[in-house]
Nanobody, 123 residues
């Protein structure tokens, strides 16, 4: 079991930036993947970005490419999501999760989840 705790959410105006963090504790495997997901009210949870722990290779949903950057600090067991050029449509609860690397942006492939951190972007 892995415990994940997100932080860094908040309210910003369109065009602003936020940096989310996800502190992980517990047993993880080097070939795990870590991901960021989001869910807006009334919408299905969707994958935002994911990273392979072993290689550090990042993967992004098309709607965040060029704006968001996922990174990890393995020494600190912490996952990050730098979000720039935020848009009102980025408003959602953001979750980090741990899972296999079969389908990187598919939330059903992830087993361990944090409690989420709210991101609100105003126009």
């Amino acid at each position: 079991q892995v415990r994940l705790v997100e932080s860094g959410g908040g309210s910003v105006q369109a065009g602003g930036s936020l940096r989310l963090s996800c502190a992980a504790s517990g047993s993880m495997f080097s070939d795990d993947c870590l991901g960021w997901f989001r869910q807006a009210p009334g919408k299905e949870r969707e994958g935002v970005a994911a990273i392979r722990r072993l290689s550090g290779s990042p993967y992004y949903a098309d709607f965040v490419k060029g704006r968001f950057t996922i990174s990890q600090d393995n020494a600190k067991n912490t996952l990050y999501l730098q979000m720039n050029s935020l848009k009102p449509e980025d408003t959602a609860m953001y979750y980090c999760a741990r899972g296999s690397c079969d389908r990187l942006l598919e939330y059903r492939e992830y087993n361990d989840w944090g409690q989420g951190t709210q991101v609100t972007v105003s126009s």
